[in-house]
């Protein structure tokens, strides 16, 4: 490892909403942050096509060109935008450490972790041949697209009654495949599903393939894992929501998570467990995962951050 380690006030680690919302923040308060962006500089909505829900773009604005658009906005202020992933944390002193790429050493006054959430896929090659054709990860974000058109969803969590209830608002009919013969939601969410009367629900089913015509989706190859019967579904779009995972394994041991690495963080704020390192955007939320509500937490944690450096300050001299 190299010897020479640089000293920041605020390092942020992650270049979605959130992190460019605190860099946006940081920076304006004149904490000079230097932002680390990952493996995927901009995030998950650099994977995504049209995004019509967040506010200030009222034609609607493709994913890749709004983080490009944040990014510019957060450079402007003078936040030191790096390429670059942070493979390990020491939190143990009031002086947080990190290491970048393996190799170079960071030492920062407070740390704003906005390292996001993957979805995580089925795995199939069609899934990621249709990804952003049809196929989608986010009812909230892509639904309206399939507006009064038939579709499917994948999964039997929370996420997926949450989100099959949100399409059965907008489309025709909605199709939810459910690999056991039961739910894992909770009562409340299933009921929902049950009474939703253009919800059909697909019991021990998997998805073998997803159709298309070389440019959207036409429908879905499936199998009944009881009786081995395969059929073929006509959907226009196919929605995944088997879960999420996000991305804290670096801070594991480190700071408090959840069963599924999700950062808690204290009630009504961003601070974590250690003092000076702050959590924001899907890093630290399982319910919501919008982009603009990321963008919020990373306000949050840049407004923290600043008056945690404020107080700092204020007691040494
Ligand atoms: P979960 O891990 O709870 O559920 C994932 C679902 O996807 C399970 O039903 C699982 O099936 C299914 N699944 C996983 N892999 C596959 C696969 N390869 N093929 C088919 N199905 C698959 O994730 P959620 O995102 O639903 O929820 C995450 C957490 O967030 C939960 O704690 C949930 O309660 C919470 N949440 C709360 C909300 C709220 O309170 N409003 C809203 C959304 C989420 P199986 O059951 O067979 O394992």
Redesign the pocket.
């Known amino acids: 490892m190299s010897q020479e380690t640089e000293h920041v006030h605020c390092l942020i680690i992650g270049s979605g909403p959130a992190g460019y919302t605190a860099a946006i923040y940081a920076a304006r308060a004149d904490l000079k942050p230097v932002m680390y962006t990952g493996i995927v500089p901009g995030g998950q909505l650099t994977q995504t096509t049209d995004v019509e829900n967040f506010p200030g773009y009222p034609d609607g604005v493709m994913g890749p060109e709004m983080m490009e658009d944040i990014r510019k906005q957060a450079e402007r202020f003078g936040t030191n935008v790096r390429f670059g992933y942070i493979t390990s944390v020491d939190f143990t002193g009031p002086v947080h450490k990190v290491v970048v790429d393996e190799h170079k050493a960071v030492t920062a006054d407070t740390v704003i972790i906005a390292t996001g959430a993957s979805a995580?896929w089925?795995?199939l090659e069609s899934e990621q041949k249709y990804n952003g054709f049809g196929v989608s990860a986010c009812a909230v974000c892509d639904g309206f697209f399939f507006k009064g058109q038939e579709v499917a969803i994948?999964?039997?969590?929370?996420?997926?009654?949450?989100e099959a209830t949100y399409l059965a608002k907008l489309c025709k009919k909605v199709h939810m495949?459910?690999?056991?013969d039961e739910?894992?939601?909770?009562k409340a969410?299933v009921h929902r599903v049950l009474n939703t009367p253009n919800i059909e629900i697909h019991y021990n089913t998997?998805?073998k393939e997803i159709l298309g015509n070389g440019q959207n989706v036409t429908g879905i190859r499936v199998l009944n894992n009881q009786t081995s019967e395969e059929n073929t579904i006509p959907v226009e779009g196919f929605f995944v929501?088997?879960?999420?995972k996000p991305n804290t394994d670096i801070f594991k041991g480190w700071l408090e998570m959840d069963e599924?690495g999700y950062l808690i963080t204290k009630p009504d704020s961003t601070e974590t467990n250690i003092e000076g390192v702050y959590a924001c955007g899907d890093a630290q939320d399982?319910?919501f995962r919008q982009a603009v509500t990321a963008a919020g937490t990373g306000c949050m944690a840049a407004l923290e951050a600043e008056r945690y450096l404020a107080a700092k300050e204020h007691a040494v001299a």
């Open positions: 995580k089925l795995g994948v999964g039997a969590g929370d996420t997926a009654a949450e495949l459910v690999r056991r739910f894992r939601a909770s969410m998997e998805t929501a088997i879960g999420h599924t399982k319910i």
